[in-house]
């Protein structure tokens, strides 16, 4: 069973730009998670999808930053445009039901880089 | 709101020394406690976990106990490898939200 992806991997991008990451869950999870962890510090909540509705969007910085969970399979993170206190790791997770015990699967994570 | 605080690293050991990092936390009610680690290029994987006071949950050697009268979830190994080396990371997550809740993070740098 493939695990959950992210792409890219690693983004470099100028201030102003704009960055859209990705996630592929586990086939079959409903629930999908972002989290970021900035400058070595905490890995912070950000939002989390049941298919392809929001159901707590509590953690999102600002309105710069945009997901979508489009059909309930894929998610996108999009940042627009970027700052450089957005530069961290930004990883995605799924899991098959959100009961407080059940483990989330994460992926890699996609290193962003804002200059 | 609740929260975690993990022991700052890094945590340099010799191989089959002991480990404990330190974990404790603030939270509301009855959360579960986990352990996920980071090796190195790879995602978070889940280490192990508990999900009521006084449960112990263990992992390839690893071990911590859910002390709920302490508020602590302080991971050991009795003898780290190598292989151990990676980031580890103590977590909370409440009945009746659907976030984890991390500490900061702790490298582990194991040498021969």
């Known amino acids: 069973e493939a695990g959950v992806t992210q792409f890219p991997s690693h983004s470099v991008i100028e201030k102003g730009q704009t960055v859209t990451l990705r996630c592929d869950p586990i086939s079959g999870h409903d629930n999908l998670y972002w989290y970021r962890r900035v400058m070595g510090k905490e890995i912070k909540f950000l939002l989390h999808f049941v298919k392809e509705s929001k159901q707590d969007e509590s953690g999102m910085p600002n309105n710069r930053f945009l997901a979508e969970r489009t059909g309930g399979t894929y998610s996108t993170l999009k940042v627009q445009p970027a700052e450089l206190e957005d530069s961290g790791v930004y990883f995605c997770?799924?899991?098959?039901?959100?009961?407080?015990?059940?483990?989330?699967?994460f992926g890699p994570g996609t290193r962003l880089t804002v200059l | 709101g609740d929260s975690v605080t993990q022991m700052e690293g890094p945590v340099t050991l010799s191989e089959e020394a002991f480990l404990t990092i330190n974990c404790t936390y603030t939270?509301?009610?009855?959360?579960?406690l986990f352990w996920y680690v980071q090796y190195p290029g790879e995602g978070l994987q889940l280490l192990l976990k508990?999900?009521?006071?006084?449960d112990k949950g263990s992992n390839k050697g690893f071990e911590a106990t859910y002390r709920k009268e302490t508020t602590s979830f302080h991971l050991e190994k009795g003898s780290v490898q190598v292989s151990d080396s990676a980031v580890y990371f103590c977590a909370l997550r409440n009945r009746g939200y659907n976030k984890l809740i991390f500490g900061a993070g702790t490298r582990l740098a194991v040498h021969p």
């Open positions: 939270a509301t009610g009855y959360p579960s």
């Open positions: 508990a999900t009521k006071a006084d």
């Open positions: 997770a799924s899991s098959p039901r959100h009961e407080a015990w059940d483990e989330q699967f």
